[in-house]
């Protein structure tokens, strides 16, 4: 079940490459996040060490937490991945000048996973391509 998605990242980038990662959480934030209080519209992803780290993800304190369980609501937190398709991702990304954008938050069994997606940058006459592509779609819709 998708709990949080970056709208934004379709319209920003070109999504070349998705994958799913899961996510290091502490104290009440799966709570937290189970609700939904959770919003990944200005995160990002870096590689650091040769680890997987989402930076500015914001997750709401839980309200009926108690003091040993809060948190910084934007902290940095560590995703989990497999070496290999770390340095996999590592090699692409100093290659061909990509980056990592995180596309969702969703549960998975009883899990919370993060999907990541290796995408390179839009510039300003793709976006306005997009959305040309986008009113001629709806207007068809409307005339159906």
Known sequence: MVIARNKKANFDYFILDK???????????V????????????????????????LNMHIKAYDFGNINNKYSE????????????INKLKEKIQEKGLTLVPLSVYTSRKYIKVEIALA?????????????????????????
């Open 19 to 29: 994958f799913e990662c899961g996510i290091e959480l502490v104290g009440t934030e």
């Open 31 to 54: 709570k937290s996040i189970r609700e939904g209080k959770v919003s990944i519209k200005e995160s990002y992803v870096k590689i650091l060490k040769q680890e997987l780290f989402i």
């Open 74 to 85: 934007t902290r940095t937190r560590k995703l989990l991945m497999h070496r290999k398709e």
């Open 120 to 144: 390179r940058g839009k510039k300003n006459y793709d976006k306005r391509e997009t959305l040309k592509q986008k009113a001629i779609k709806l207007e068809l819709r409307q005339k159906n």
